[in-house]
Antibody, heavy 117, light 109 residues
Framework: EVQVVESGGGLIQPGGSLRLSCVAS????????MSWVRQAPGKGLEWVSV???????YYADSVKGRFTISRDNSKNTVYLQMNSLRAEDTAMYYC???????????WGQGTLVIVSS | EIVLTQSPGTLSLSPGERATLSCRAS???????LAWYQQKPGQAPRLLIY???SRATGIPDRFSGSGSGTDFTLTISRLEPEDFAVYYC??????????FGQGTKVEIK
């Protein structure tokens, strides 16, 4: 069964750092595009970052230079290192597998990040 | 960047009625790159339609997608109680990858 499970969220002060993890099962992350998508409370969905099957990465302008996506193939896990966090980064962060590069077919249940003093 | 605008913001309907949701793009979108998702409270989004009109695995045939260019539609032929949720369209574009519309809430009238 295909599954992704996120962890690592929590309450963090502005300017702080967090690392989110996304553990996959039922498929290998190195063979798929994997993205992080976030949703601020009561708001819509915003794509954040992708790691391609070939290892390349890409970021939304809103997080470029502050967030870093990576993966550990041996652990079948994708990470999102978030630095210099701001209040506007407060959101539920979902890990999602891509299908056909263009869409997201499997999503985790999300991990909540709250940036507040 | 391609902006997706969904309408209406909220759709109030009764079970059994037909729902028609609109997604308009600021620039032409390839039909191959347009998808629809359903999200229920406290849950992750679920892929319903991809390629503008193809149903994802396990999606009932009361859900259908259509459209091309800048205008796309999600239709739910007869609303079931479990269909009341928020629906998002999403596009992929080389210059603005993976953007979502702001969502349409389908609520019980």
């Amino acid at each position: 069964e295909v599954q992704v499970v996120e962890s690592g969220g929590g309450l963090i002060q502005p300017g702080g750092s967090l690392r989110l993890s996304c553990v996959a099962s039922g498929f290998t992350v190195r063979s798929n595009y994997m993205s992080w998508v976030r949703q601020a409370p009561g708001k819509g969905l915003e794509w954040v970052s992708v790691i391609y099957s070939g290892g390349g990465t890409y970021y939304a302008d809103s997080v470029k230079g502050r967030f870093t996506i990576s993966r550990d193939n041996s652990k079948n896990t994708v990470y999102l290192q978030m630095n210099s966090l701001r209040a506007e980064d407060t959101a539920m962060y979902y890990c999602a597998r891509h299908i056909n590069q263009w869409y997201f077919d499997y999503w985790g249940q999300g991990t909540l990040v709250i940036v507040s003093s | 960047e391609i902006v997706l605008t969904q309408s209406p913001g909220t759709l109030s309907l009764s079970p059994g009625e037909r729902a028609t949701l609109s997604c308009r793009a600021s620039q032409s979108v390839s039909s191959n790159y347009l998808a629809w998702y359903q999200q229920k409270p406290g849950q992750a989004p679920r892929l319903l339609i991809y390629g503008a009109s193809s149903r994802a695995t396990g999606i009932p045939d009361r859900f259908s997608g259509s459209g091309s260019g800048t205008d796309f539609t999600l239709t739910i032929s007869r609303l079931e109680p479990e269909d009341f949720a928020v629906y998002y369209c999403q596009q992929y574009g080389y210059s603005s990858p993976w953007t979502f519309g702001q969502g349409t809430k389908v609520e019980i009238k």
